[in-house]
C-alpha cells in the first residue's frame, strides 16, 4: 500500500498552493493520512478526489473539520496499527507522551510543529509528515511518502524545493 502523509496544509492562504511533486505523490497514494490544520473542509474534499482520507483535526480547523474529525484516532495500515493526533505537545518527553496515547500501535503520525521526521524509537515508528506549503522553522517544505505491506514498513521524508 502506498501512502502520502501530510499535515498543516494551511489552505487556502493567498497564492499559496500544494507543489507539484506533492499532487503527484497524491496521485500515486493508495491512501492519504492528513494530520490536521486543513483549515477548510474544500481541502478535505480537494484529498478526497486523489485518495480516500484518513485525518484528524488541528488547532487551525475551522468548526465544521472539528466536528466532523477526531481529534486522535488509530487507523490500520497492512496490518500495522497507526495512531494519529495533530500537537503531541512539547518536545520533551513525546515519544513516551505518543506511546501512551497510542498504547499497542506500530507507529504514530502527529504534526503541529511543521518539522518532518521519521523515527523508530523501541518498537513504535514517529512520523512527523512537516507542511508541504508553509516551512516555518524547517529547512523546507515536506511529506511523507510510506510504502506498507505485511513485510514491509519503509517511510521516508519527502522535502520539495519550490
Known amino acids: 500500500m ?3 502523509v501530510l499535515a498543516d496544509t494551511h489552505l487556502p492562504r493567498g497564492s499559496r498552493r500544494l507543489p507539484a511533486e506533492c499532487v503527484v505523490l497524491l496521485e500515486a497514494a493508495d491512501l492519504i493520512l492528513h494530520a ?3 483549515v477548510t473542509a474544500d481541502v478535505l474534499r480537494e484529498l478526497e478526489g486523489y485518495a480516500p482520507v484518513e485525518a484528524v483535526c488541528g488547532n487551525n480547523d475551522e468548526p465544521e473539520l ?3 474529525l477526531p481529534e486522535r484516532r488509530v ?3 497492512a496490518g500495522r496499527r497507526m495512531g494519529m493526533v495533530h500537537d503531541a505537545g512539547p518536545r520533551r518527553g513525546r515519544e513516551a507522551r505518543l506511546a501512551r496515547m497510542f498504547p499497542g500501535c506500530d507507529a ?3 504534526a503541529h510543529s511543521h ?3 521519521a523515527f523508530r524509537e523501541g518498537a513504535m515508528w514517529i512520523l512527523n509528515p512537516g507542511s508541504p506549503t508553509e516551512r516555518r522553522r524547517s529547512p523546507s517544505r515536506s511529506m511523507i511518502w510510506l510504502e506498507a505491506s505485511l513485510r514491509t514498513f519503509r517511510p521516508q521524508v519527502v522535502t520539495f524545493s519550490t
Open 108 to 110: 504514530v503520525v502527529y
Open 36 to 38: 490536521g490544520d486543513f
Open 66 to 68: 472539528v466536528q466532523l
Open 75 to 77: 487507523v490500520e495500515i
Open 2 to 4: 502506498k501512502v502520502a
Open 115 to 117: 518539522i518532518a521526521e
